[in-house]
């Protein structure tokens, strides 16, 4: 059981639909980035959001959480995708709150979870470095025990919420040079930090990301999250959640997209027809279609995986990946060459889509790295 | 749960104890088309290996040929979930299927949804004993894709029909006993109304049957040609002119026999191992070539999606939710990745993929060639990929003609 959503689970996602319908459509996101919003999600829509309990979804009840698990997340995140919606749930829960859940202590995940959960605070993680393409274990960034805790130098980039975020989970070097993977730490740090600087990037996509730089920034001991130089095999666990979640949410692009084009090709007319009698597109929008089905199986498998803590859900996350690249890239191209000339245009709400799957798609990994990843757990 | 063990653990020491070794796979190296080692039934089978028949006797006896089929018909009567266990476990000791064919595939699932009581009784029980062999006369010259444009006509007299015309790619028709066909019985009516589904004994005077061979050198389909054959008026299943809805009702158990054909590939690993052996490994296992890594690791990732989605369409049956839209991208999907499948494993082969027969090559090489060959057919037979594509443009995605 499991690829089949329950009563329960068809409930969350229903309503979940609704609530982006009435509250949040594309045209928010669009005004975000013409108006160079530096925190790029409304403060008030998150509130509304953490009211109906969603960014509680994964964080157990004795942290104050719902103690749900992917599979609802995925609902959510799926609706979210279909408006692009841009509140910080991602970032926020399935990155930073994440790393503190699977790593954390029992003081760490008493005093940063419930905060999460109820939605007061914000978080996000910062891993990636500038030019490691998707090597997770590159950190130039490090970590320097200073008398009665540590100091943090260095540099990430596309930080996702970095900018607003209350607590920034930071990957550093403990030990090693700078792309091994043994050696990787994680740390906590607090926004208003001396020495910590946010600097928010314009990203294609049109998700709010952020440099995150850190000079001589000085933590406590308690700020160091999980084991000193074992990081790795964290982060991997924290990404391949937080991926789960990016591939429902870049099926709710698809299916936005995919319905968008499908409208265009019943109602635009040309020689005389409609274009979606001609079967050299309806063939195409058949094939998009399958992908799509493929896709929603697969970010279920994953996700379901997960729940059950499957031995195979770590080979299954980026089985889900790697479709959901592929068929989103398709999607969006395919959706933009039906559309013809319109679909060129900015004004148009199809570009939008086609930005965001396309970065999708080159966060996390792409869907060759993916089938790498899986090809090596396969043993090949 | 304490009955499916005990089921669990019968089963397993019946089949430990009654299947040959060599109806496991495994047993002998490849050398031959697989579906010719298996049995297909009928009068005309010659079961050139005794263990074929015997495997096909302790089976049937048990009615575990058509497993999930009611006692009375010759079935084994198993609940979903023993049905599940019993397959299992004949994977476990890696069991070749007992019996193949379309009498199990397509006929009997058809029957057992359609048929009246007397046609159930006597048709089912001989196919699940492997004593009929059937085969699918739907297409005709001028009737493929377009299948509601056929032309063989029967005209009635009394209780017997007459049928005259020709149908042709009918598979295996030189063994088979007898041929399920679509026959136009009404003439004035619009092409897809004036259709009837009937039954023919194929062994009768008015029926010839010319085998033609396949690219793959293997398993001819045949042209049959109907010239006054007889077809009693009780073997019309479903009713004059209710063809085409029998025909629909039974090219979807044909397409997810095909579709789940493949999914039942008994070698996960075969393109990998291929890989290793005729291309070679680094040190820990990785696939020396990394463009052909990636390929494999696409079709393998692919057809996880696909497992997924053939379960997830199982899983909201079983919760009563109507086959949603993913079931009709089986038949395009499994059949194109299989083509991919066949294609690749010849493509790691290669120089080696060259052999047709004999010197120099191994059976399974051979296989692999022919298979290729073969599989060339999956996107054409029991309607084309473009016809499926047709299918969900319409029926799912409501574009318009
Ligand atoms: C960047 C850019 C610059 C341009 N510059 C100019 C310019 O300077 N001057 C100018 O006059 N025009 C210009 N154009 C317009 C361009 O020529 C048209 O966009 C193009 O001819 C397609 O027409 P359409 O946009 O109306 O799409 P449509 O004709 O509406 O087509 C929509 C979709 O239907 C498909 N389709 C249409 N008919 C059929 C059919 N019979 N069979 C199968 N598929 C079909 C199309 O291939 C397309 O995928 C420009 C377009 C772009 C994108
Ligand atoms: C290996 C094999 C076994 C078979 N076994 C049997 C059997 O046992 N019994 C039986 O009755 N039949 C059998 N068939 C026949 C099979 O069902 C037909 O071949 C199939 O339905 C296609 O018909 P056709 O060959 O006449 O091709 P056509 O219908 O002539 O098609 C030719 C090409 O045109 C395309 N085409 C046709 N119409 C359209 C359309 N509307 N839109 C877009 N493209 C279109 C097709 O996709 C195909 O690519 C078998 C076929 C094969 C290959």
Redesign the interface.
Known sequence: ????LTEDQQMLKSSASDFVRNESPVSRVRHLRDSDDPVGYSPELWAKMAALGWPAILIPEDCGGLGMGYVEMACVLEECGRALVPEPLLSTVLLGANAILLGGSSEQKKTLLPPVAEGSRTMALAWQEKGARYDRTVSAARAEKSGSGWRLRGEKTLVLDGASADHIVVIARTAGADSDREGLSMFVVDRGAPGLSVVPQKTMHLRAAAVVRLSDVEVPVSALVGEQGNAAALLDDVLDRATVGLCAEMLGNMRTTFEMT?DY??TRKQFGV?I??F?AL??R???V??EL??????V??AATAIDQGAKDSRA?V??AK??CSDAAVLCGYEGIQMHGGIGMTDEHDIGLYVKRMRGNEMTFGDA?WH??R???M??? | MGDIETFRQETRAWLEANCPASMRFGANAGGGNLADELAWGGRKETYANPETKLWLDRMASRGWTAPTWPKPYGGGGLSREEAKVLAEEMRRIRAKPPLIGFGLTMIGPLLLQSGNEEQKLRFLPEICRGEVRWCQGYSEPGAGSDLAGLQTRGVRDGDTWTINGQKVWTSYADKADWMFVLVRTEFEKPKHEGITFMLIDMDQPGVTVKPIKLISGYSPFCETFLEDARVDHENIVGGIGNGWTMAKALLGHERSMISEAFNESEERNELVAAARRYVGQENGGRIRDGALRDRISQLTMDKTCLELTLKRTKEAAKLGQQPGPESSIFKYYATELNKERTSLLVGILGPQALGWDGEGFEGAEIDATRSWLRARGNSIEGGTSEVQLNIIAKRVLGLPD
């Open positions: 059981m499991g690829l089949v499908l090709l019943k409609v979606g009698t079967q309806k063939h929008a058949a094939k279609f399958v089905e493929l896709s929603r199986s697969a279920l498998g299954l980026s089985v790697a479709r060759a089938r790498d899986f090809a090596a396969q043993g090949f």
